[in-house]
């Protein structure tokens, strides 16, 4: 095969990026021979262009002296120095094994990019190459266990969280379905069901809320491609995701609105929580809503004032101060600034 037709898209979907570089890595090793980029893209599933690319995150990370490049022939070959080696009693490095994980954080910064100021989103994305390098190399300079206290350090602790490891594959399927507007047809079991139920709908984003991520689509009836209305799903209880080689409508141009409090259930409302004087402070170091206002009382209590588009969660959200909130006023209807098509409820957030 040559370089040109090696450049042709491949029948088979590309791995992911971090599963791919460490596959290339490995290949340059075990090989007993030079290889050329056709080669390398054949037995990567890949075009020789992202080869070439990944050569290069290559020879950045590990450095020119591993990578060795053999320009004497008609098309360029490439092969790796084996690594160093390194003492019996030297520990693996943290990240060995956690290709998986890795792949799932690069989906969690494009996630999070919109949210996060640029220059951060840009580091967090260059970050991803050098922790698959990580993952095949033992880490640069990794010489013991990794100071985990102390000045500097950071660590996140949660009451409870959803493992999404297992869930990798649904969330690289949806991002694929979300990014080429495909149809795709979803099982998935909503709270308090015993079997998946089957939809055929549009992906359009996914949303992280309370640690938990969502899927926010548009359900399509049976033979029909226009929107019927709007749903979301928990990531973790979609069972399986299969595409129906259809496309759907693009996806709506966003209006442009606040964000509120809770996923969207419904209309927006404007509601008002009284705060009592022990909480206050946790509430007010806060956004609950971005067109939120307090109104502070002499006692040191306060009212919040917000926009929810879903009074469940809303008061939810008040029952767990044990008695240290209450709901205000009656519910006030925001008029929407476009008609669009209510959302299913599958299950309460």
Known sequence: MTEATADMPRPTPDLPATTRILRLQKLLESSNRTLTKAELAEQLGCTVETV?????????????????????????????????????QRPSHPLHGLAEEVDLFAHWVELMAPHLPASLAERARRAIPRLAMALGEGGPGYSGTPQTTGPGATTFRSKGYIDYAPHSATLRALRDAIRERKVCLIDYLAAGRETPRPHRLVPRRIVAQSGTLYLLADLLADGMLLPECGTTLSVHRIRSVSLTGEYGPPAPEPDGSARHFGLKWHEPRRRSVWIAAAAADYVRDRIWSDDQTITPHADG??????????????????NSFSGRARLEETPQSIPAPAPAPAPRQEETA
């Open 52 to 88: 070439r690319r990944n050569l290069q995150t290559l020879e950045q990370e590990l450095g020119s002296d591993r990578l060795i490049t053999d320009r004497s022939e008609r098309a360029e070959r490439h092969s790796l120095h084996p690594p160093p080696q390194r003492a019996s």
């Open 301 to 318: 209590s306060l009212t919040l004032h917000v926009t929810t588009t879903s009074e469940e969660e809303l008061q939810a959200w008040v």
